[in-house]
């Protein structure tokens, strides 16, 4: 019974980590580009594990096929995959993007 305590509190402890890695990583985003709303939220212990939620990226006209989106998914892909976190997304056209266009983009990261 101890080690199943243990393990819980290791368990909680690691994911406050990701946790603060997550809000580390947003702000690091934020910085290398101001100009671009990143909508996700991650959501800690929930079965079977954590996940994050990318609601939207909105990339300003003067940024669009520059490669900005492009550099965000690699660096939410590589944390995700760094700290076994699933990502999860909805791609839609209600913002005004193209869906397919968005679904393609999104294939090229392995959704």
């Known amino acids: 019974m101890i080690t199943l305590v243990t393990e819980n509190l290791n368990e909680f402890i690691e994911t406050k980590s990701v946790s603060k890695k997550f809000s580390e990583l947003k702000h690091l985003i934020k910085n290398l580009y101001p100009k671009v709303n990143l909508y996700l939220e991650f959501y800690r212990n929930l079965y079977p594990k954590n996940y994050l939620y990318l609601h939207k990226?909105?990339?300003?006209?003067?940024?669009?096929n520059s490669g900005v989106g492009t550099k965000i998914m690699n660096m939410l892909c590589g944390f995700c995959d760094d700290y076994s976190i699933i990502c999860k997304l909805?791609?839609?056209?209600?913002?005004?993007?193209?869906f397919e266009r968005l679904v393609n983009f999104y294939v090229r990261f392995g959704f």
Do not use: L, M
């Open 57 to 64: 990226i909105s990339v300003p006209k003067e940024y669009k």
């Open 90 to 98: 909805a791609p839609t056209d209600a913002f005004g993007s193209n």
